[in-house]
């Protein structure tokens, strides 16, 4: 069965450096989606693309937070610098077009120390 | 806005205790619902939805019935067993085409 992949699974960073991070959504889904998830509490939307275009970033803190989906299939987000309410678990989900259901992947714990 | 208001956890249960997570939503329209899994250190995983009123989501014994006169739409599980240990988001998706999570009940059954 075709699943969302995600690299890494885990990152330690110390407050005001980069991080990255790498989603491969099922291949032919167009729409991507990248979630913060604060322990205890649900997924927020951050950005979503449609292909290679963002669809929404507006929950995005464009301050700090760059994402980028170059050619329409893998994706990756950053955050620079990173602080430490930063500290959550990153999830990337996928979708085909003109279907409701969404595919996550395991997601990356960032702990910013 | 659209939002998504659970029963709070945690919840704790026998194994074969019956199981009832109550969930409410506001939104405009007719949105679709779904209740997603997440497994310790795991991400979501989809485990019913329905989408549209009086619509029954089933899956590995767990169901939820879409409810608009009440704007409801609880899971509930007969019989749970130890491996249903997890936290269960309910969710919707409405006009503005993204997923709105509640905030989560964590489940753990006992042997």
């Known amino acids: 069965e075709a699943e969302v992949a995600q690299s890494p699974r885990y990152k330690i960073t110390e407050k005001s450096q980069a991080v990255a991070f790498w989603c491969d959504p099922i291949s032919g889904h167009a729409t991507l989606y990248w979630y913060r998830q604060i322990l205890g509490q649900g997924p927020e939307l951050l950005v979503q693309?449609?292909?290679?275009?963002?669809?929404?970033d507006s929950q995005l803190p464009k301050d700090r937070f760059s994402a980028e989906r170059l050619k329409g299939v893998d994706s990756t987000l950053k955050i620079q610098p990173a602080e430490l309410g930063d500290s959550a678990m990153y999830l990337c989900?996928?979708?085909?077009?003109?279907?409701?259901?969404?595919?996550f992947g395991p997601g990356t714990r960032l702990t910013v120390l | 806005g659209d939002s998504v208001t659970q029963m709070e956890g945690p919840v704790t249960l026998s194994e074969e205790a019956c199981l009832t997570i109550n969930c409410t939503y506001t939104a405009t329209g007719y949105p679709s619902l779904f209740w997603y899994v997440q497994y310790p250190g795991e991400g979501l995983q989809l485990l019913l939805k329905a989408t549209k009123a009086d619509d029954k989501g089933s899956n590995k014994g767990f169901e939820a019935t879409y409810r608009k006169e009440t704007t409801s739409f609880h899971l509930e599980k007969g019989s749970v067993q130890v491996s249903d240990s997890a936290v269960y988001f309910c969710a919707l998706r409405g006009s503005a085409r993204q997923l709105t999570f509640g905030s989560g009940t964590q489940l753990t059954v006992l042997p």
């Open positions: 989900a996928s979708s085909s077009g003109g279907t409701d259901t969404q595919y």
């Open positions: 693309f449609q292909d290679e275009s963002v669809v929404d």
